[in-house]
Nanobody
């Protein structure tokens, strides 16, 4: 099993930036597709970005393209989410996710079977 611990959330003004980190335990991090999701109060968890095991392939939700960047450092077993030009409606709990069971990680929450506890991101107007 893998443990995921997110950090880097906080309060930022609209237009500001934050960098989220997700540190993973376990020796097979390099084999996991990883992703970031977010969930606002009263809303479903939504896909933000994903990255392939070696970091070669990335995908983003249309709403964050050009502003967010997902990356990973396999030597540190860590995945990052750089968020720029943040908007108030992006206030949410941001979750790191891993696909542990093999195969390709998609853009839906059921595609992933390892989750962190989440980190709160609040964007003020």
């Amino acid at each position: 099993q893998v443990q995921l611990v997110e950090s880097g959330g906080g309060l930022v003004q609209a237009g500001g930036s934050l960098r989220l980190s997700c540190a993973a335990s376990g020796r097979t991090f390099t084999s996991y597709p990883m992703a970031w999701f977010r969930q606002a109060p009263g809303k479903e968890r939504e896909f933000v970005a994903r990255i392939s095991p070696r970091g070669i392939v990335t995908d983003y939700a249309d709403s964050v393209k050009g502003r967010f960047t997902i990356s990973r450092d396999n030597a540190k077993s860590t995945v990052y989410l750089q968020m720029n030009s943040l908007k108030p409606d992006e206030t949410a709990v941001y979750y790191c996710a891993a696909r542990i069971r093999g195969g390709v990680g998609g853009m839906s929450a059921p595609d992933y079977d390892g989750w962190g506890q989440g980190t709160q991101v609040t964007v003020s107007a």
